[in-house]
């Protein structure tokens, strides 16, 4: 800026004014500093002015890692929040910053804002550690979690009704015919649970009571999901339909049924949850629970935004709804 002030031989203020669009500044020296920082290729510190400024309109999207699950961001769900929560920031004149930290060190998000890297954080997923997010959220940090809600929180989720969402899975199974439905996926995980809860009281409305054996209670990682289908098929496992935690796991059950001789929907009924947009181009077409994730980046986004000018955190539920395609045998 001091150099383009010298080139134009005004001062560094009128140059800033200038560049910023001022009514304080006559059109003709607002064009011409304009074009001098075209022609010599200036851009704004945005950091910089939001440090002098004291406003800083970045926030950051922390996608936590779990070494043991390896998920990546190019997991389908992942993209889709992502691209949800970036449409809906830059609609509101926001800038997104995309990291990620250890899923067992939720408080590290902390430090993007304390550096001062982002004014508020949009966390996906609690993970296993619903006690550090509250201790975040007594620190007064400006945050929201998608996720589920829970017993003794004190900081905003957006999650969509994932108790509903399992129930309505299930109940869509039985009502197909089948006996047995299994539960595939990790109970201990918050939105998981919840969904496992669906599934129990859909079987408990149904007059079915669930069996310990019935739940398959692997992570997110292939090769688990396979040797537990490998082993259910070698021990003759008498079931006949499977509720998947999310739709990349029910897609390998299908695809580790099909190795082992058994066919979907046929012999075994799937439905999953998410409905990501592969779902539809399976084969067969995936059974699916939708979360709106559309409506999910506005929610976070309004969530935090909300925080940062001054409201209390503020939790939102979003509806489920069930997609039924051919895997659960219509």
Known sequence: M??????????????????SDSPLINPETRERIHALAREHHYSINVGAQNLRLKQNRTVAVIVPYDPETRQHLSDPFF???I?????????????????????????????????????????????HHHDQL??????????VVWGARLRGQRYATVGSDNTEGGRL???????????????F???????????????RAALTAAGRRPAAADVQAVPFVTARIEQAVERLVAERAAFDAIFAASDLMAMTIVSTLRRCGLRVPEDVRIVGYDDIALAAHFLPPLTTVRQPI??????LVESLLAQLGGAAPASALLPTELVVRQSSGR
Do not use: Y
């Open 2 to 19: 001091a150099d383009l002030a010298r080139i134009a031989g005004v001062s560094v203020s009128t140059v800033s004014r200038a560049l």
């Open 134 to 143: 509250n201790a975040l959220a007594d620190a007064r940090m400006p945050f």
């Open 294 to 299: 559309e409506a999910a980046g506005v929610a």
């Open 185 to 199: 996926g990790d109970p201990g995980l918050p939105e998981i649970g919840q969904r496992h809860d669906g599934w």
């Open 169 to 183: 899975a299930t109940a869509h199974l039985l009502a197909q015919g089948a006996r047995r439905v299994l539960f």
């Open 79 to 81: 993209l889709s929040l």
């Open 83 to 127: 691209g949800s929560l970036a449409d809906a920031l830059t609609e509101r004149g926001h800038d997104m910053l995309l990291t990620r930290i250890d899923a067992d060190r939720l408080d590290l998000a902390a430090q993007v804002w304390h550096t001062g890297r982002a004014s508020g954080i949009v966390l996906v997923g609690q993970w």
